[in-house]
């Protein structure tokens, strides 16, 4: 039988790995963006500078938001450090 400490383990973990996959696509566009505003890729992102520098602010702040969202969520499930 499967104990609610485990399950609110693997929902914690599950959940936490959403928070950080958000972080990885927003800031991997941004990057793409800055690359094609610097003439080394082709095509996605930012078209200027003050399009990148609001994604760069938005993305800092989502970045934010989900850290806290990834240590409430860890600290619920009951996630500790090994």
């Known amino acids: ?3 609610l400490k485990d399950v609110k383990i693997s929902i914690a973990t599950a959940i936490a790995a959403a928070f950080g ?3 990885a696509l927003i ?9 094609v505003l610097a003439g080394i890729w082709q095509q996605g992102g930012p078209t200027d500078a003050t399009n990148a520098a609001i994604a760069i602010i938005g993305a800092i702040f989502i970045t934010i938001v ?3 969202g990834i240590m409430y969520i860890s ?3 009951g996630i500790t450090k090994k």
Request: hydrophobic letters at 70%; proline letters at 0%.
């Open 1 to 3: 039988m499967v104990a």
């Open 21 to 23: 996959f958000v972080i």
């Open 27 to 35: 800031w991997k566009d941004i990057i793409i963006g800055l690359m």
């Open 66 to 68: 989900c850290v806290f």
């Open 75 to 77: 600290k619920w499930g």
